[in-house]
Each structure stands twice: as C-alpha cells, then as structure tokens.
C-alpha cells in the first residue's frame, strides 16, 4: 500500500500550495477540453523518482503521455456512462485514509499535513478511486470479450522467442493439519475480566476507550486507539459484525465478543449508511507451554497413526482433526492467495512451512511443529506432508499452462485497447505546447492530430 500513499500524499501537497499561492498554470498539453499542466507532470515526476518507479524514457515525454492516455479513457468513460458503486469507492478511501491516520498518527496530523479539512482530503482520494475504476471498467469492457482456446495458448508458446519464455523457480504443493493448544478455562476468565474492567472504566467515565486501546489491546490497530474505520459487514468477522451493527450509543461499551482473533469489547463511533466505524479492545488468551506441549504430543500421536498404524489417511486427518479453517474441507491442501493456485515459491510460505518442506520427500510428512498461524496471529502446531516438489525450469505447457495462458490473455488484451487508442487518439483533439513535441511517443498519431 506504501507505493499508492506516497504519489497521493505529494500530489495532493502541490495542489494545495499552488492553490494557497495562486501559481498561474502553465499548460503542456490539451485532450479534447482537459488540460494537462506542467506542474502535474514535474509532481508526477518527483513521486515516481521518491518511490523509485523506473521510468522507461524521457520524463518528460513519458509521463505526459500516461496522463493524456488516462484522459481519453475517461472520457470514453463518460461517454458510455461507465458508473461505479460508490460503496466500493467509499471503502477504498477508508482504506486508504485510515492507513495514513496510522502512519501521521492522528487526523489531525493528517489534516495539518495536506493543510486541508478531513472532508476536502476525503474528497480528493474518492476522485482518484473512482477515476482509477471508471477506466478499468473501460479496459475491462473492450477485452470482456476475448475468447482464449488452448490452441491458442499452445500457437503463442511455440512462438514465443526462448528467451521470453520465462524462468519458473522452485515451487512447492502441500498439505497441513493444524491444532489449536487447549487454553485453561482461568485464563479464558482472566481475560474476560480484564475487558470487563475496562468496560466499566469507561462507563464511570474514568478513562477513554481509545486510551486504553492504546494501552492494552493486542490488535495493530491499537496503536490508533483501537479504531478499524468504515467497513460494510462482510468485511468483518460476523461475530464482531453482529454485535457492531446493532450498537446505537457511542457512549456505551459492548459486551465481550468472542472471534477466532481472541476477545474483544467494541465501541461505536459512527454509522454512515451500510457501513459503520467502531474502535475495540482485542485480548487474547496466553497458551502455556505445557499447553503447547501437549498439542505437539497429540499430533504426533496423529502422524504415527498415518505414517506407522495407517488407521487413516493424512486427508482424513485434514477434515476430521485439523482447526485450520481455511484447508480442512479441501483435504488440507494449502491454496497460494496471491495466485489462486496450489503452487508456492518458498517465500510465499510460513517460514516455519516452508522449513518443515525444505527436507521432505513428495508424500512424506513432517514432525509436528509449533508456527505462528500468519491470518491470526497466535501460536498454533501443525504437520505438513508434501504433495509435489516443482524444480526451477523454464515454463512448459505440460507443467505451467495457466502461466502461459496468463501471458498470452495480457498480451491480446494489451493488443486490443492499444488498437482502440490509437482510433481514440485520432478522432480526439489534441494539442501539444512547443517545448513537449520532441518525443519519441509510444503511440502515433499524437503530433499529427495536434497539427489538424
């Protein structure tokens, strides 16, 4: 998310002080009735340099030409009335502001930052998201609909030049049963009274909520005094939705909630429509070590009836003994969320996985271990038993169809809109100042359609 914050944060900036000090805007370009003004192009330009975003060419030839390209997209967007839900937009600007309110610290400090009001900033991010969705859409419609068959995916392949066929590394597919350590009863209760305690201090009106948030909770947004921002229901997990979206007073303190995170209090701040903002305390309970202990003993006991008594079958394990929510109905087979595929680069493992991997054999299974369960955030013990080992190797269609189908679809995507730019450009007005026409520009027709 850092590489989106930083051009907003800047951008935003100099559009403020150029306001503040009533800078006459020198004009490099015109689409249609938009103009594109050199000071956008030299902000655009410090943001890439600052994030370190290659640039591929002249600056300031490059970067003019995007925003020209996002001009005609937009245009075509109001064209064919290309609407976005605004709840959608509305949750990406939380998103966004609530991770600036993060890492500024407060609104305030946000607020002096931009040296505008929350509403204004609020403003200027829902412009950007939505403009941002509106030419997807556009993209999104001219290619929705491209027609892929495997006799085309195999015709790009053989075509492809050997040193475009991409470097596939090590990949790994497995399985893994987890156990939740058995927490005591007392600890559940200690827990409870502490966030009973809190409750209380609140309601006497002793201390603030977000105070001891700040002091006490365990969940990262603690360090804001507890506050999540916007979220509609789905975005929450629905113990806590259900008990957030019937709160009514921002006075008052709910009752304990109980999650897969742990035990939380909630308090409302403000409902706005289907979405609501709330800040809460998260507690979770301590495992003991005797405790994990016993985790690793029982599910070793469970690797010795797969591996030595074959009383059951490691996908049996997964569905009738794993907590792990997420495989336990897949029989344990872990999925990559960043691909949607059953494939891992050891990276994109737990460390611990990816450890207990290192040394298997395909079908072996490993000795129980303790890990950190990444979505959570508490110490769980788990055995994972390797499915299949994928050496480095160049692509092939055998092992890596769906890469190669990827490439092929962007590549007859990037096909189509860049046909229907260059058609854009030529039917649109344009014109570009003296001083911005030496270019080597990526598409035609731009200098010619400026000398009409």
């Known amino acids: 998310m850092k590489k989106l914050v930083v051009p907003f944060i800047a951008a935003f900036a100099a559009i403020t002080l150029a306001a503040q000090n009533n800078i006459v805007e020198e004009v ?60 959608m937009v509305q949750m990406q600007v939380d998103a966004q502001l609530n991770y600036l309110v993060a890492n500024l610290g407060s609104r305030e400090k946000v607020e002096q930052y931009f040296r505008k009001p929350f509403p204004e900033i609020r403003d200027y991010y829902a412009t950007n998201m939505r403009n941002r969705a509106r030419v997807g859409q556009v993209k999104s419609g001219l290619t929705k609909n491209l027609k892929i068959t495997p006799g085309d995916v195999r015709r790009y392949y053989d075509r492809l030049p050997a040193d475009s066929i991409p470097f596939v590394p090590l990949q790994v597919e497995a399985q893994i049963v987890t156990l939740n350590p058995v927490i005591p009863r007392e600890e559940i209760e200690n827990v409870k009274a502490r966030l009973r305690d809190y409750s209380d201090r609140v309601i006497r009106g002793e201390s603030e909520f977000s105070t001891l948030a700040i002091l006490y909770s365990e969940a990262p947004e603690g360090i804001r005094g507890g506050e999540l921002g916007f979220m509609g229901r789905g975005q929450l997990v629905p113990e806590y939705a259900a008990v957030a979206f019937n709160l009514s007073d921002p006075k008052k303190v709910s009752k304990i909630v109980e999650t897969e995170y742990g035990f939380h209090i909630i308090q409302l701040i403000e409902k706005r429509g289907d979405r609501i903002n709330t800040r809460h305390i998260l507690l979770r309970p301590k495992v003991a070590e005797k405790d994990l202990v016993a985790a690793v003993n029982r599910l070793d006991s469970v690797r010795t009836d797969i591996v030595d008594n074959h009383k059951f079958t490691f996908e049996e394990a997964a569905r009738y003994v794993s907590q792990d929510k997420d495989t336990r109905y897949s029989n344990g087979v872990m999925v990559n969320d960043n691909t949607g595929t059953t494939r891992f680069e050891m990276s994109q ?36 038993r390797l499915i299949n080992r994928i050496e480095p190797h160049k692509a092939n269609l055998a092992d890596d169809y769906q890469t190669i189908k990827d490439m092929y679809e962007e590549a007859r995507s990037r096909e189509i809109v860049d046909k229907w730019l260059e058609k854009k450009i030529r039917d649109t007005y344009v014109r570009i100042e003296d001083g911005w026409r030496g270019c080597n520009f990526i598409h035609d027709g731009w200098i010619k359609t400026a000398g009409k």
């Open 28 to 87: 490099a370009w015109v689409i249609g009735d938009e103009p594109i003004y050199k000071s956008e192009i030299e902000q655009t330009y410090q943001d890439m340099q600052s994030d370190r975003t290659p640039i591929a060419g002249d600056p300031y030839c490059v970067i003019p030409e995007q925003m020209a390209i996002e001009r005609l997209f937009l245009h075509q967007a109001d064209l064919d009335t290309v609407e976005v839900a605004e709840s």
């Open 349 to 384: 493992l737990p460390q611990e996985v990816a450890r207990a991997v290192a040394s298997l054999k395909p079908g072996e299974i490993s000795k129980p271990f303790i890990m950190r369960d990444p979505k959570r955030d508490r110490e769980i013990v788990a055995i994972v």
